[in-house]
């Protein structure tokens, strides 16, 4: 049974930094692309970053360039988002989703999906 369990998330002040964790089960990590998404009441879900089975050219939303970071520890079943400089507008709750089908991130259409941990950014 495939399952991801986020955790890391919590309320910060603008400027600050956290750092997301996704721990899958279920399934070898080791081969499948996972991606970090984010949704905000009333507004579309987006994808915020995704990491291919090969750990080569994560994606990042534009506006998260430059201050998030993906990476994974396949030994630790584990994908984590390190988020810097965080700002009101990065407030969501963040789910981590894979396939487990493919490796690659350009054909991952996430069917699998954790919880959501929330991130408030606030003064």
Known sequence: QVQLVESGGNSVQP???LTLSCVVSGFTLDYYAVGWFRKVPGKRREEVSCISSSDRSPTYLDAVKGRFTI???NAKNTVYLQMNDLKPED????YCATDARTGLCDEMGPSYW???TRVIVSS
């Open 15 to 17: 400027g600050g930094s």
């Open 71 to 73: 990476s994974r520890d």
């Open 114 to 116: 954790g919880q959501g």
């Open 91 to 94: 407030t969501a709750i963040y």
